[in-house]
Structure formats: structure tokens, C-alpha cells
């Protein structure tokens, strides 16, 4: 089955559903079915339409070019359509969402994966700056230590700032006997 | 007992309230303070927030600075000086930061994630990944929203449970590294370069949130917002739960309890003035919380906003109407869409089918009120916010950075804590800082690859629920009682007087004495109540559950229960366990000491009869 939104595309520029319009219809899909299908020649006669509303939907089949009778495998009229979608879709101007065909899901294009995922180029800028700092750091570190040891005493006073020693005093007083 | 290494001081007075101002002011002024506000009265929770401001936050954070400032010593050497058996206390501090700071930085790696991956357009978040055949979207993400998909399955890769560890996730592995290797290059060497670091990290926050700001205003819907989060809802002052949030807020927002605090002031020179600097940091604080609030809300509104302007678009439903019934186009459309749902709906058969059909429903206030705190709102609502934007890599790296920002300053408090701690004790005497930092940093990341896990959100909403929580309130209640009745307020004042040249009038005398430790108290047991009478529950998420997208609501296994009686008694009880320590060795001791005393005396005597 087949629903076609043209207003809901086009809005102003929509064109008026016609039998013209329904031709082209049964030509794409006879191109897709000569093309993707088995190679016979279908033509606009072996493709049937039925059940049309003014929605502009309509359920339609496919007869084999061999004998009209003969309805194509639904199967195979799905995988035809689903191939030449993108075509069917700018015949009409429209696309998967307003061209909807109930049953056959649209294979969507698959998104351009790049080799690498950029978030790990980030990751090794990221790291590699910050490696680099803690080396420098730490062999600056280093570098100071030994200058203070070779040089003279270490720091070791308390602070220039007046401390009060508030240290709770714990220790047994001496005098006890 | 002072420090035996050359004394530390900070490069100038600058550097000292940028890094308070940083540790005070982190993850939780951003998204917690605008959830509370939003969800208890808006403009109304202020009210309490600031009252609780003036009578608790205040009045802890003036005597953090002052013991700080005064003894000269990091949490363990404080607490120790002010009585032997209070050394706990500081052994409670440095224990809460080690657990705290594992799983915040946590929360840094899952930034950094986020910010690596924000170098790419359009952002990963933005739309859902194919399927294998490349017939239709993940359904995962179908089902819920690309964001969803991209934190829960892309991140986290979550599994359903938190006793299915899922295995180690190892890009979260490379990022818990990285978080950690930046804090270990900040804090390597101590206050000596985090104190240079906080000149960005403490400022940048705020030059972001003004430009968030700036681009939220001229963006749709963000008014709608800013009014949302701020109509006020008096009644709701009725409600203590309110009040009760309120001041866990301003408690855990002033990171009290875990000695950072307490550390930083040492460094100060002995006369600087705490109590002004008591009160600018609380200021700064109270204005950040207000102000990151408003932003959070001018974006959250433009969210809805657009949500809201979709849903009512109604092109979906439409479209399902007009399929459902076979209708020509045209018939429905935005204007008469209610009037044709009504039609259609007086018909029995019509209405089966309009039922059947699942139509959305458009609310504005439903979409303001999403689930916006915590993580939810920064990986969540926000990064979708961002991907409505123009230019959104731009936009999403300067929110992740900022973020990052205000987590590492935060950070830098809970690594002083305990590596100030571990000098302290003298553990290890002679090594050197660098080589602390390290040893500390590096335990923690090993600690925290249980993070990374599969279940590895799940454990961090544990440690995030219980680690922090009753430990620091059961400090907090300590550091006031041991300051005000073991010390002495009396001391406590003289040694102010020496310190700022005049004595802490009667406003501080009260709070110090009686307010603050109630409001504490009060807090506290309130919140144990709660725990202890509720059966404890996590979220989870589970794509076969029921209501996926909804999240689960699970009860905890029995054995978390051990884990968290670990994690919030153990720092808890060495508290009375240090003082019972104590009180043992000194029964133990007594008897040698009397008898080297005896020795010493009869010896001199015998030295004077042979004379």
C-alpha cells in the first residue's frame, strides 16, 4: 500500500493528483521492477492499481510480464522498491516520510564513520599536554630538591608569624612519685 | 603539632579565595540548587536557603577558617590539638574525602567524555545510531531519545542492575585516567600549583555561565523558564521538606567537614581577617547557586519551549489522523485539528481508533518540570538543549569545560584533605609531596574503576547517597561541640581577639553555641530516620523493562546493605573509635611511664650520697 503527503511536502508548490500522475507511478515502479528485479520487461499495464482515495493512497499489484494473470512475489516487489527508493521518492519529489510505502521499511543511509572517533584524537592531545606537564614538573622538582641539599640548610623554622603553641599538653606531669 | 616541612603559604591573598571560592562552588550550585528551587516554590526557596545561609552556613564556615587559621594545621593536627581525643574527627574528614573524592572525579571523567566527544559535528547526541541492516534506528534509542541512548548506552553502557558488574567499560576506563592525571597535575605539588591553577578554574565558570546567559536570553522560551523557576509558591514554606533541603544544601554546598577548609586556612598568615572572609566566601557561594539557577533555566526554557512548539505542530498527529481515516489532505490541519479530534472522536468506531492511535499530548509545565537535577540535567536535558542551538560543538565544549572547572576546583579541597592528613600522621615522613599526591591519586583510580564498570553509575549513586552524607553532618556536629564545649568558647574567642584584634560579638557567640549544632542536629536526624525506616531503592535502566523509557525503581540486595554501612559508619565511628583508642593506650602506658620516673629519680639521689 501506498500513501502519498504531497501537501504536507510541497505545501504551495504541491501538484494536483491526477491520473497523469498515477501513470508515472506505475512507469517508476516498472522501471524498478525491469531494473531490480528479474531482468523481464515489465511494462505500466502489469502494474495494478486498486482501492485509490482522494488521501491519495491506494494498494496496487505487480503481474508477471509473462502472463497477466501471475502476481509477482510481494517479496520481490518490495526488494525492488526498496532498492530504487531514492528514485521513486524525486519522481515524485517527495521523500520517505511523505511518500510512504506501509511495509517496507526505508534503508537509511548510514552515516560516515571516520576511522578514528574524534574523541579519541582529543583524548591523546589532552593526555599527551598533560604528561608533558607532570614530567616538568616533576624533573623540576627533582632539579630543586638537589639544588637544597647541595645548597645551604633546608627551611626548617616555623613560620616568621608569631605561633602559639596550642598544642593540648597530654604528658603525666613528671613530679609524680 | 606543626609541620615539619618548609611552611607552605599561599602566593598571595587572591590566590587563597579563589580556591575556597572553587571548592565551595562546584557541580551541586549547578544542578542541584536550580532543581530545589524549581521544585519547592521557586522564587519562595529562598527564604529558607538564605535564612539557613545566615544561621548555619555562616557561623561553620567562620570556625573552619578560625581553627584553620589559628592551629596551623591540616584537619588531623587541628583536631588533635584541640584534644588528643578528638584526633577522629580529623581521621573522619580525611576518610570522606578520600570516598568522596573518588567517585566526584567520577563525575569528571563522564565531563570529559562528554567534552572529548563535543569535537565533532553534528554531535553524537544529536541523532540516534542506525541498525545492523540499516533499516531503521537503534530501538534503544527509538524508544527513548538519542540523548538517553548516548549517556546510558554510549557512556555508561549501563548494565540492569547493580549486581550485574557488566565488565570493565574501557573508554571510561582512558577517561577516569585522564580526569585523574589533570588532578594529579594540578595538586602535585600542594597549594604551591593549585594555587596558580584556580586563577582559570575558579574564574572561568563564571565567564561561561554569563555567556550561556547572554545566548540563553535571545533564545526562545528561556523568559518562560527564568519565570518558571522563579514564581514564588509561598505555601510551600509550610512544608519542611523544604526547609529540611534547604539546609543540606547550604551545608553541602560550603563542603564543610572534609578539612579542605581547615587546610587551606592554615597557610594563611596568622592575623589575616576569617571572619570577613567568612562572609564574602558565603556570599559568593549564595550568589553563584542564584545566578547559575537563572541560566540553567533560560536554556531548560528554551528546551521546552521548543519541545512544547513540536508537540503543538501536531504534524505527527495529523498526519496520523488523516492515515488512520483515509482522509484527503487538507481536512485536518493546525487550526480546526481539536474540532476534527472531537468529530472523530463522538464516533464509537472513530474513537477506538483515535485510542489505538497513541496521540502526544502538549503541556509546557511538563516539559519545564523534566527531571532536571543531578546528572540527569547536565548529560540529559542540557546536551539535547545544546543540539537545538546553532553552532552546538561550540556551545558544548564551553558548558563541559565549564563543568570540568568547577569539579577540579572542588577536587583540589578533597586531595588537600588527604594529603595534608597523611603528612600529618607522618606515614610517610620522608617523601616527598609529589610523591603523596601520586600515591594518593593513583589508589583512588584504582579504587574507582568500579565505576567504570557496567554497574559503575550505579555505585556512584550509592557512594554519592551515603558516603557523603551522614558522615559530614556527624563531623560538622563534632567540629561545633568540640569547638564551643571541649576547647572552650572562651579560648576560642581570646584566640580570635589575637587573631583579628576583636572578639566574635553575641551573633556568632549564639550560633556557635546553640543554633548551628541544633540545625545540624536536627538535620541529621531527620535524615537517618528516613534511611534507616525506608527500604533503600535505586533507578535503573532497563530496556526490557515494562515502562522503558521510564526508569526502573529497584530495591537494593541485601549485601549493599554491609557496603553501605561501610561507607557511612566507618568514618562515623572512628570518630569514638579514635577516642576509645586513645583512652586504651593511655590505661596501657601508665605503668611504664611510672616506673622510668622512679629510675630516673633514685638515681640522682644515689648520685648525691656518693658525693
Given amino acids: ?177 | 603539632r606543626q609541620r615539619d616541612q618548609s611552611p607552605l603559604k599561599w602566593g598571595s591573598k587572591t590566590q587563597y579565595l579563589l580556591t575556597c571560592v572553587g571548592f565551595c562552588v562546584g557541580l551541586g550550585n549547578v544542578w542541584r540548587f536550580p532543581y530545589l528551587c524549581q521544585s519547592h516554590g521557586g522564587g519562595a526557596f529562598m527564604i529558607p536557603f538564605i535564612i539557613l545561609l545566615v544561621f548555619e552556613g555562616v557561623p561553620l564556615l567562620y570556625l573552619e577558617f578560625a581553627i584553620g587559621q589559628r592551629l596551623r594545621s591540616g584537619s588531623v593536627g587541628v583536631w588533635s590539638s584541640i584534644h588528643p581525643y578528638m584526633t577522629g574527627v580529623g581521621i573522619a574528614s580525611m576518610t570522606v574525602s578520600f570516598f568522596v573524592g573518588m567517585y566526584y572525579n567520577t563525575i569528571l571523567a563522564w565531563v570529559m567524555w562528554y567534552f572529548l566527544n563535543s569535537f565533532q559535528s553534528p554531535l553524537p547526541w544529536s541523532q540516534c545510531p542506525l541498525n545492523d541492516n540499516l533499516t531503521d534506528l537503534v530501538s534503544e534509542c527509538k524508544r527513548s531519545s538519542p540523548v538517553d541512548y548516548f549517556w546510558y548506552r554510549e557512556t555508561l553502557n549501563t548494565s540492569t542492575s547493580i549486581e550485574e558488574s557488566g565488565g570493565l567499560q574501557w573508554w571510561m576506563v582512558l577517561c577516569l585516567a585522564a580526569a585523574w592525571s589533570v588532578l594529579y597535575l594540578c595538586c602535585i605539588r600542594g597549594i604551591e600549583t593549585t594555587g596558580k591553577v584556580v586563577y582559570i578554574t575558579s574564574t572561568l565558570p563564571y565567564v561561561v555561565l554569563t555567556i550561556f546567559l547572554i545566548r540563553g536570553l535571545t533564545l526562545k522560551g528561556s523568559v518562560e523558564g527564568i519565570k518558571f523557576l522563579f514564581t514564588p509558591d509561598l505555601n510551600e514554606l509550610l512544608n519542611p521538606s523544604t526547609w529540611l533541603d534547604a539546609g543540606a544544601q547550604v551545608f553541602y554546598s560550603f563542603s564543610l567537614g572534609v578539612g579542605g577548609l581547615i587546610s587551606f586556612s592554615s597557610y594563611n598568615p596568622v592575623h589575616n581577617n576569617c571572619e570577613q572572609d567568612a562572609i564574602i566566601i558565603a556570599i559568593i557561594n549564595g550568589f553563584t547557586s542564584i545566578f547559575a539557577a537563572t541560566v540553567i533555566y533560560t536554556i531548560i526554557g528554551f528546551r521546552a519551549t521548543k519541545q512544547f512548539d513540536d508537540c503543538l505542530n501536531e504534524y505527527v498527529n495529523i498526519l496520523m489522523l488523516l492515515n488512520a481515516f483515509d482522509l484527503v489532505e487538507g481536512t485536518v490541519t493546525e487550526i480546526n485539528y481539536d474540532e476534527m479530534l472531537q468529530n472523530l472522536n463522538s464516533t464509537i468506531s472513530g474513537s477506538e481508533v483515535i485510542q489505538g492511535l497513541d496521540l502526544s499530548t502538549c503541556n509546557l509545565r511538563t516539559f519545564l518540570s523534566d527531571g532536571v537535577e543531578g546528572t540527569g540535567l547536565a548529560f540529559i536535558v542540557f546536551t539535547e538543549a545544546i543540539t537545538k542551538m546553532p553552532i552546538s560543538p561550540l556551545w558544548s565544549v564551553l558548558f563541559f569545560v565549564m563543568l570540568f572547572c568547577l569539579g577540579l576546583s572542588t577536587m583540589f579541597g578533597a586531595i588537600e584533605g588527604v594529603v595534608v592528613a597523611i603528612q600529618d600522621f607522618k606515614i610517610f615522613p620522608t617523601w616527598p609531596k609529589e610523591v603523596i599526591s601520586g600515591i594518593v591519586c593513583l589508589s583512588s583510580f584504582l579504587i574507582a574503576l568500579i565505576f567504570s564498570l557496567g554497574s559503575g553509575n550505579y555505585w556512584l549513586a550509592l557512594f554519592d547517597s551515603y558516603a557523603g552524607s551522614i558522615p559530614l553532618l556527624i563531623i560538622a556536629f563534632c567540629e561545633m561541640v568540640g569547638v564551643a564545649y571541649v576547647y572552650g568558647i572562651e579560648r576560642f574567642n581570646k584566640d580570635i581577639e589575637f587573631m583579628i584584634g576583636h572578639k566574635p560579638n553575641i551573633f556568632w557567640q549564639a550560633m556557635w553555641r546553640v543554633i548551628s549544632p541544633l540545625i545540624v542536629l536536627v538535620i541529621f536526624l531527620i535524615y537517618f530516620v528516613n534511611e534507616v525506616s525506608s527500604t533503600l531503592t535505586y533507578i535503573t535502566w532497563n530496556p526490557s523493562s515494562e515502562n522503558f523509557p521510564v526508569l526502573e525503581i529497584l530495591p537494593y540486595p541485601n549485601w549493599v546493605y554491609i557496603i553501605i554501612l561501610l561507607l557511612a559508619g566507618l568514618p562515623s565511628l572512628a570518630i569514638p573509635g579514635f577516642a576509645l583508642y586513645k583512652v586504651l593506650q593511655k590505661c596501657c602506658c601508665k605503668k611504664t611511664i611510672k616506673k622510668l620516673e622512679l629510675n630516673t629519680v633514685s638515681a640522682n639521689v644515689n648520685m648525691y650520697d656518693t658525693k
Fill in chain 1, 1 to 177: 500500500k501506498y500513501l502519498f503527503s504531497i501537501n504536507s511536502a510541497l505545501g504551495d508548490q504541491a501538484y494536483v493528483w491526477n491520473e497523469n500522475e498515477m501513470f508515472l507511478f506505475r512507469a517508476t515502479l516498472a522501471f524498478a521492477m525491469r531494473t531490480y528485479s528479474d531482468g523481464q520487461e515489465y511494462d505500466v499495464a502489469n502494474v495494478v492499481v486498486c482501492d485509490e482515495t482522494p488521501r491519495v493512497s491506494f494498494w496496487f499489484v505487480v503481474t508477471s510480464p509473462l502472463d497477466a494473470s501471475l502476481l509477482v512475489d510481494k517479496r520481490r516487489v518490495e526488494e525492488a522498491v526498496r532498492k530504487s527508493r531514492s528514485r521513486i521518492n524525486s519522481a515524485f519529489l517527495l521523500t520517505d516520510d511523505t511518500l510512504e510505502f506501509i511495509g517496507i521499511p526505508p534503508t537509511l543511509e548510514a552515516p560516515v564513520a571516520p576511522d578514528t572517533p574524534p574523541w579519541l584524537i582529543a583524548f591523546g592531545v589532552v593526555m599527551g599536554g598533560v604528561g608533558a606537564g607532570i614530567v616538568v614538573l616533576l624533573v623540576s622538582s627533582v632539579k630543586r630538591d638537589g639544588e637544597e641539599e647541595t645548597g645551604g640548610k633546608t627551611e626548617n623554622e616555623a613560620a616568621s608569624d608569631a605561633i602559639y603553641n596550642m598544642s593540648f599538653s597530654d604528658d603525666e606531669p613528671v613530679t609524680q612519685m
